[in-house]
């Protein structure tokens, strides 16, 4: 089982009261205690919401991910400043006492007076803190047809937004059994595609251009259930698939836009370490051990714009929609 080594912060505040887990928050040092060096290990390397830890003689159960960000005052006003780090927040099962873990250290700056929170309701892994992937029965769109994404294979030709070709370079399942819980629900849209709350999907509108400059930008599955133009359902880990291809590339999934894994250095860890829990669907599982050799740079690339669910909200609210495609019928692989 993978071993972590955090700082665990506790922490003073109350939860409800402060509505964590939907609004930025901007709390005072005080609301903060000690700090401790921790170590404790997990049955997978995910984080999922109500999963249980063993830290220090307790158990805490995760409540959340984000991040967090020191904020220092300028005449008199609290401003973010430095590097936002990652944080977990957790709560002891048995007191009810909540604390944060940072994998990459507390945050800090010179003058530090406070620290700006963003805690959303999700698991944290080494992705982007949710399994960025289709539902298995949720179709995309190839070349001659569609295929369930569940069937989809290494070498098999997807058609992208552009309807050019795009090839898979690899699929991947996690090989959990966990339980469903909120964290790990799907976004199912009102054309059947089925994503993880994080993969991100095309927006477009008059508000992309207006906010960002640009005409479209990508943007977080779960701020269109948020909006109401989605729902959520009840999904485990295991029912989500990977799909990795020679170019970030944004594919037609039920024909609404969605986008391929973007590769990076903590993804790939991610999805090597997937492929050992249940087996990797790529020619020659070495692979996984040079992506710089085998997977094209181009791969690493955003196609568009990346924004944050918040952001998206925004963009929504003022009028922007997801881009989709109203394709004939074709065969179903």
């Not at 997978?44 to 991040?67: A, K």
């Not at 769109?141 to 050019?164: F, Y």
């Not at 170019?247 to 590769?263: D, M, N, P, Q, W």
């Amino acid at each position: 089982m993978p071993t972590y080594s955090m700082s665990m912060q506790s922490y003073l505040g109350s939860l409800l009261a402060l509505n964590f887990l939907s609004t930025q928050q901007t709390l005072f040092l005080s609301f903060f205690g000690s700090t401790n060096s921790v170590s404790f290990t997990t049955p997978n390397d995910r984080f999922y919401v109500g999963e249980d830890l063993s830290i220090g003689g307790g158990t805490w159960e995760v409540v959340g991910s984000g991040w967090v960000q020191p904020g220092i005052s300028i005449f008199g006003l609290v401003i973010p400043t430095g590097t936002r780090v990652d944080a977990i927040l957790v709560k002891n099962t048995t007191t009810g006492a909540l604390s944060v873990l940072y994998p990459d250290g507390v945050p800090w700056a010179t003058g530090m007076i406070a620290m700006v929170i963003d805690i959303d309701p999700v698991g944290y892994n080494n992705t982007t803190k949710g399994p960025l992937c289709f539902l298995a029965d949720t179709r995309l769109a190839t070349m001659d047809g569609w295929i369930a994404a569940g069937k989809v294979a290494a070498g098999d030709r997807l058609m992208d937004r552009d309807g050019r070709a795009v090839t898979v370079l690899a699929t991947c399942r996690a090989g959990l059994a966990m339980r469903s819980h909120p964290g790990l629900w799907a976004v199912r849209t009102e054309t059947g595609a089925g994503l993880s709350q994080q993969h991100r999907v095309t927006l477009s509108g008059a508000a992309v251009e207006m906010f960002f400059g640009v005409a479209e930008v990508l943007a977080p599955a779960l701020s269109l259930a948020e909006a109401g133009l989605a729902r959520l359902e009840p999904a485990r880990a295991r029912d989500y698939v990977h799909v990795l291809t020679d170019r970030h590339a944004i594919l037609l999934a039920e024909g609404l836009e969605a986008e391929t894994l973007l590769l990076g250095p903590v993804a790939e860890l991610a999805l090597a370490q997937d492929g050992a829990e249940s087996g990797i669907d790529a020619g020659d599982a070495s692979v996984l051990a040079d992506f710089a050799r085998d997977f094209p740079h181009r791969s690493r690339r955003a196609a568009l714009p990346l924004v944050t669910r918040r952001e998206a909200r925004v963009l929504l609210d003022q009028g922007a929609r997801p881009v989709m495609h109203h394709l004939p019928m074709a065969r179903v692989a």
